[in-house]
T-cell receptor, first 114, second 115 residues
Framework: AQSVTQLDSQVPVFEEAPVELRCNYS??????LFWYVQYPNQGLQLLLK??????LVKGINGFEAEFNKSQTSFHLRKPSVHISDTAEYFC????????????FGSGTQLTVLP | DADVTQTPRNRITKTGKRIMLECSQT?????MYWYRQDPGLGLRLIYY???????NKGEISDGYSVSRQAQAKFSLSLESAIPNQTALYFC??????????????FGPGTRLTVL
């Protein structure tokens, strides 16, 4: 079984400040990790993904995440946020099992304040 | 045009009514999924289909049924809606031949309210 924990349900941050959204996972097999973003009244879109190789993954809109196997974490970071980054962010894990189901975390609402 | 579309986008219904939510995709993907989103719970898988003849229950399938009418269409039905099925419902697709290991592509969602 696999699971994802997003430790912060809400993260308020001022514009141009850095932000880190935390994600921890558990799985008994190799994992593939994703961050999705949901803007208000929209569906989810992929921000970035880790499949293998370099543990630092760069995504769209200036976001990046680092895979840390020993800490079973995949935290999302951005050095300087904009008002337009206000959205809900979901971490998800897919295992190397046969079905490769995606399991989502409960989400983190990022609110960027002027 | 959107690759994954859902109809309706919003629906208000009464307890006991039968409701169908529809999903269509033009991505040519074999795999399709239905999720529900509730505040603080993230997305939970209701049903998924790997092809037209393959339907599987997800984490929370009770009270729901699905139909895969064609590769491009996957419908979710609530046979007798109840208030705790009020949620945001998402359809998603993925391509098993894609090396992205189940990257999924989401529709815009259907907001369902059961009174």
């Amino acid at each position: 079984a696999q699971s994802v924990t997003q430790l912060d349900s809400q993260v308020p941050v001022f514009e141009e400040a850095p932000v880190e959204l935390r994600c921890n996972y558990s799985s008994s097999v190799s994992v593939y990790l994703f961050w999705y973003v949901q803007y208000p009244n929209q569906g989810l879109q992929l921000l970035l993904k880790y499949l293998s190789g370099s543990t630092l993954v760069k995504g769209i809109n200036g976001f990046e995440a680092e895979f840390n196997k020993s800490q079973t974490s995949f935290h999302l970071r951005k050095p300087s946020v904009h008002i337009s980054d206000t959205a809900e962010y979901f971490c998800a894990v897919s295992s190397s099992g046969s079905a490769r189901q995606l399991t989502f975390g409960s989400g983190t609402q990022l609110t960027v304040l002027p | 045009d959107a690759d994954v579309t859902q109809t309706p986008r919003n629906r208000i219904t009464k307890t006991g009514k039968r409701i169908m939510l529809e999903c269509s995709q033009t991505k040519g993907h074999d795999r399709m999924y239905w999720y529900r989103q509730d505040p603080g719970l993230g997305l939970r898988l209701i049903y998924y289909s790997f092809d037209v003849k393959d339907i599987n229950k997800g984490e929370i399938s009770d009270g729901y049924s699905v139909s895969r009418q064609a590769q491009a269409k996957f419908s979710l039905s609530l046979e007798s809606a109840i208030p705790n099925q009020t949620a945001l419902y998402f359809c998603a697709t993925s391509d098993p031949s894609d090396s992205s290991y189940n990257e999924q592509f989401f529709g815009p969602g259907t907001r369902l309210t059961v009174l």
